[in-house]
């Protein structure tokens, strides 16, 4: 645990899957003297008292955000704006104001406007996250050997971006800092539009008149049951990935859609170099992404898995 705290006040405005773990985790390393929360139901935050992960649960924005030295927004994207324009007349001088979103170009443009000069915009995105959500749903190693991108409009302070990075570093992540534009293309082709599929793949499956539902679950192997855990996540935040990055993840369809038809046409041939090469290229791809940490090579085949920490 840290000596000392890095903020007197943390105020997280939404307390799900991200909200929740980032107050676990921040309660874990000692990193806020108080933190301070607040949702949109009363249930949600009569739960999170219960739960005793905070110091206080509030009922407004306003009041979640006054005095707060460090404010995160852990809600859907096209949410950011709005609850900018409310919280705005209530910041501290100085406070760092960021969020969770996955989508960045438009957060900027969202929330920018209605955020005081005095004080620090810094967006992020922590690249973790599970199908779940609610305030149970966190857990404070969310973010162990995660990575979460910073994307700090042009002209804010470096000090803000370090000590935010430093908040970051402090609760098991790794980070990076990118452009906002960067980052949704980026995003687009690792995350965006892989949560698109799932959610076609699972559809078409509930759509075939043939296949009941009750054989695509009993007989669902490990590809098939990993698309279904995606295609959990919440429809909410979603729902807004795709409406506030639409430009991005339509041109990855685009490349997609011809990529699918290249393999289209080699099934079609019969064209079996051409499926082996590509089969293995994308399987090397696979490797890299073990090697360098960011998932594990240990099979599960629907077992549960041992590790503390829950992909993404």
């Excluded at 919280?87 to 406070?95: E, M, Q, S, V």
């Excluded at 690792?190 to 509930?206: C, N």
């Excluded at 990529?259 to 399987?283: I, V």
Aim: one cysteine or more; glycine letters at 8%; charged letters at 20%.
């Amino acid at each position: 645990m840290n000596a000392a705290p890095s903020f007197q006040r943390i105020a997280l405005i939404g307390f799900g899957l991200i909200g929740g773990s980032i107050a676990r985790a921040a309660r874990v390393q000692g990193l806020a003297k108080e933190i301070v929360t607040t949702a949109r139901s009363e249930k949600t935050r009569a739960r999170v008292m219960e739960l005793g992960i905070v110091d206080r649960v509030v009922k407004t924005n306003a009041e979640a955000v006054k005095d707060a030295d460090l404010v995160i927004l852990c809600i859907p994207v096209g949410a950011c704006g709005p609850v900018a324009q409310e919280i705005g007349p209530h910041l501290k001088p100085g406070a760092i104001i960021s969020d969770v979103g996955s989508v960045k170009g438009a957060v900027v443009r969202d929330m920018a406007p209605h955020l005081p000069a005095s004080v620090h915009f810094v967006p992020a995105h922590p690249v973790a996250g599970t199908e779940h959500s609610g305030p149970d749903s966190g857990f404070p190693e969310l973010f162990i050997n995660r990575w979460c991108i910073l994307t700090p409009p042009e002209g804010t302070d470096p000090a803000a971006v370090d000590r935010l990075r430093a908040f970051w570093t402090a609760i098991g992540a790794k980070v990076e800092v990118m452009t906002p534009d960067h980052h949704d293309l980026v995003l687009a082709i690792t995350s965006h539009l892989p949560h698109l599929i799932a959610y076609t793949i699972v559809g078409t499956a509930d759509e075939l008149g043939e296949v009941t539902s009750s054989e695509v679950m009993k007989f669902s192997a490990g590809g098939f049951r990993d698309f279904t855990r995606i295609a959990a996540s919440d429809p909410t935040m979603w729902r807004d990935v795709f409406l506030n990055n639409k430009d991005a993840v339509l041109e990855m369809l685009g490349t997609f859609s011809e990529d699918l038809s290249k393999l289209t046409r080699a099934m079609r041939r019969g064209d079996g170099e051409a499926l082996f090469d590509h089969f293995t290229r994308t399987r090397a791809i696979r490797r890299g992404i073990v090697e360098i940490g960011q998932d594990s090579a240990a099979p599960d085949f629907g077992r549960l898995q041992t590790s503390a920490v829950k992909k993404s």
